[in-house]
Structure formats: structure tokens, C-alpha cells
């Protein structure tokens, strides 16, 4: 079967422990999480979990309907790059006197649509949003010129679908709770 890269959101209240039962859904199945991100919701009340992970269609769809069990969670879904829209943000710390001395470092900068945030005398601190491969590749040409720090956030995504499906959802719940439906 083909490994591809998928993302999952999970959308729930904010539970402790929410997170390491999710992790050990895909620990139970071998699976690394490349990303993850978690952050309120547009929904009030609500939190979001973005994870990335590889693997294939099969077994990813096996982990969302098991993520879904969880009685904290409302609702989950997968998904691949082509049904959504995503980003992750960089930030590297280099030393100021470099930025000054060389005049790559500026082409550079510019050429990733990169910006700097802060400049102190000690270093000089450089964002970069974009997808992995673009964040990764303004870090690799930063190396030369002795990169102190790095660090990248996890993905954040969403769909290009015009419907909030988890919306629906939550919707459709209510809907049922008042007419008194039960599953």
C-alpha cells in the first residue's frame, strides 16, 4: 500500500489528556506524527487538533474512526493536500554581524519571502511561513552562515471545501437532541 502524507483534525472540547489518548491511537499502530498543532477552534467552546502523519488511506481511515471514539471528541476527519489549505511558520536566529557582513543574507531573505522580526546587536531573527519544503529550504541555505536556532510550528490547515463540516455536525446533534432521537 502507498504511504502518503495525510492530515487529520480532531475537533473536541479542551480535555486534559485528550492529546496523549489520541498519540496512543497512533503509537498502538506503529505511526509517527510528523505535525501537530492544536488551537481554538472558530467555534466557541471547541479546539482543534491538525496532525500529519504517513501512512496509507486504509489504515489512516482505521485511526480517524478510533480517534472518534473518544468521548471527548466530536468529530474528526482525514484529509490530503489537495482538500485543504495549509501552512506552517519558521523562525531562525542568526547572528546580526552576519546579516551585516554579508550581502547574500539579504538576497537570500528576500528571494523566500522571508522577514526579519527582531534584530539585536547579538542576532537577528528571520520568519518564514510556507510549506515544509519552503521553510526547509531557506534553513539550508541559512546554515552557512551559522545558524543558532530553529524551529518550525506544526501545520495549521483548512479546508477548501465552502461547507465547516464539523459545524454541520454539531448542528445535526442538536438537531437530534431536540427531537429526542437517539443513535
Known sequence: MEKQLFTVTVFSENQVGLLN?????????????????????SIEGIH???????????????????????????????????????????????????????KNLEIIIRRHNARI???TREYTVIEKSGHSDETEALFEELKRYDIRQFVRSGRVAITKSPIEYVTMFIEEQARRREEGITE
Not at 489518548?21 to 477552534?41: A, H, K
Not at 500529519?52 to 480517534?67: A, H, L, N, Y
Open 48 to 102: 482543534k487538533f491538525t496532525i500529519t502523519c504517513f501512512s496509507d488511506r486504509e489504515t489512516m481511515e482505521k485511526v480517524v474512526k478510533q480517534i472518534e471514539k473518544r468521548i471527548d471528541v466530536l468529530k474528526s476527519f482525514l484529509y490530503t493536500d489537495d482538500e485543504i489549505v495549509y501552512q506552517e511558520i519558521a523562525l531562525y536566529k542568526v547572528p546580526t554581524d552576519k546579516l551585516l557582513d554579508e
Open 21 to 41: 489518548q489520541i498519540s496512543i491511537i497512533f503509537t498502538r499502530r506503529g505511526l509517527n506524527i510528523e505535525s501537530l498543532s492544536v488551537s481554538p477552534s
Open 117 to 119: 522580526l527582531e534584530i
